[in-house]
């Protein structure tokens, strides 16, 4: 697959008419009949590759990749992901446009510090149901025609289910206009030939991850094989030398005498892959994350003893990845050092680090929010639309999430984007 609290901290953002809804352990909804044919074909398939692995186990990372990402059950690949309020969970573009046009209005000053190349490309990696793209066009085209007329917008999507919804709502949404928009998988784009910028909202947090745990004062690995019918999670010696590795690249000592045992934790491998392909990928430009997460030193810290790993199921949280196998999301926070430290290696300079909440406040929300007391909106358009910018700028929720810059071959006045700037206070 080629990618396109103490316990938990701020997990993906649910409905808050379901916040007494949260759930833990095995109280959790149970599945309906139509869901169980691919859960249990997904089991099969784990099973089988349990049975031929050579230790008759797979890591949970195999395992992970399986019920999210299979071709044909996977969450992501078979239509199921929900993404609003009928979904599973939702992200700041489930609140309106606001959050598509504040970013795109950030692309268009980056495409003005590079001198307005053409084309210009915007890589949007994990476009989910494709609404970002969408008001991110429709932004274009009303403000900067000039940005939108040398655009090339690519999608780079992997699961064929999620690209039919895409494609479906650009026709049902810009059908008269004149948008340069592609999907691509990485290998159709030759390396070296993008100039712009590429961006991911909530990917990153979605990638496999291994489970890492300490027993005994060692390192070592969570795994899973079948015990009588049933998936049971057993230990060893880690599956691979770069999951040592891993902890050196972000300066964190584990084990250590600090880390009780049974310590656990999550080791994301696949994001160190993904920034060396978009890396490759970059001729010149940015590269513009955004996910929730936290510094290595937070991250591994040892009173999060459990890890971030945290599953989604009908805007339920719960933490038991072995039920509602196809049909619930999996996910864990990101270690933001470990892209900073692995984009040093392959040629990324960071320009810049900060909050969601910070960087919509400088690009203009606050002026957004201050517009609702100019008499044109009823009160009931006010209410609704106050609360959704709140929402993108509260630091206890989405407002919260980190947004990391990162550069390649910038000259300095390039990396002097306003979304890092300081926003104006009200």
């Known amino acids: 697959m080629n990618w396109g609290d103490c316990h938990g901290g701020r997990p993906k953002i649910i409905y808050r008419e379901n916040l007494l809804n949260l759930i833990d352990g095995n109280n959790y909804l149970p599945m309906k009949n139509t869901e169980l044919s691919n859960s249990q074909a997904l089991k099969k398939i784990i099973f089988e590759r349990i049975a031929t692995s050579r230790q008759q186990r797979i890591t949970f990372a195999e395992y992970m990749n399986l019920v999210l990402y299979h071709p044909q059950y996977g969450y992501y690949s078979s239509g199921v992901v929900g993404i609003g309020a009928k979904g599973d969970y939702f992200t700041s573009v489930s609140l309106g446009q606001d959050f598509g046009e504040l970013l795109a209005s950030q692309f268009a000053e980056m495409w003005q510090l590079m001198g307005c190349p053409r084309p210009f490309s915007l890589v949007e990696m994990g476009a989910g149901n494709g609404r970002l793209a969408v008001d991110i066009c429709n932004y274009l ?16 999507e992997e699961a064929r289910e999620l690209i039919n919804r895409q494609q479906q709502l650009f ?8 948008i340069n928009c592609n999907w691509k998988s990485w290998q159709e784009i030759p390396e070296n030939s993008l100039t712009g910028c590429c961006f991911s909202n909530e990917l990153v947090d979605a990638f496999p991850v291994h489970q890492i745990i300490i027993r005994g004062g060692e390192l070592q690995e969570v795994y899973l094989t ?19 590795d891993y902890f050196k690249l972000v300066g964190v000592n584990l ?21 060396k392909i978009v890396t490759n990928k970059l001729q010149k430009g940015y590269l513009l994350t955004i996910d929730y997460g936290y510094p ?22 719960h933490n038991d990845p072995y039920i509602n196998l196809g049909y619930q999301d999996l996910t864990a926070h990101v270690d933001f050092t470990a892209l900073e430290r692995q984009g040093e ?9 900060t909050q969601q909440g910070l960087f919509l406040m400088a690009l203009g929300l606050g002026d957004r929010l201050n517009e609702l007391s100019s008499g044109k909106y009823n009160i009931l358009q006010v209410m609704q639309r106050r609360d959704a910018l709140h929402q993108l700028v509260d630091p206890m929720g989405l407002g919260g999430f980190g947004i ?23």
Not at 404 to 417: D, F, N, S, W
């Open 141 to 156: 085209q009303a403000a900067r025609p000039d940005l939108l007329e040398t655009l090339e917008y690519i999608i780079v």
């Open 296 to 317: 290595a030193t937070k991250y591994y810290h040892p009173q999060r003893s459990q890890g971030t790993l945290q599953c989604y199921y009908h805007h339920r949280r």
């Open 226 to 244: 079948e015990t009588q019918g049933e998936l049971t999670e057993t230990y060893g010696e880690v599956s691979r030398a770069k999951l040592a």
């Open 345 to 353: 290696l392959l040629g990324l300079e960071k320009i810049g680090f």
């Open 255 to 275: 084990p250590n005498k600090n880390f009780p045992e049974n310590y656990r934790t999550e080791v994301n491998l696949a994001a160190l892959d993904w920034l």
């Open 404 to 426: 990391l810059v990162q550069g390649k071959e910038l000259r300095e006045e390039e990396k002097l984007l306003k979304g890092l700037t300081v926003p104006p206070l009200f």
């Open 171 to 178: 026709q049902e949404l810009l059908p008269n206009k004149k």
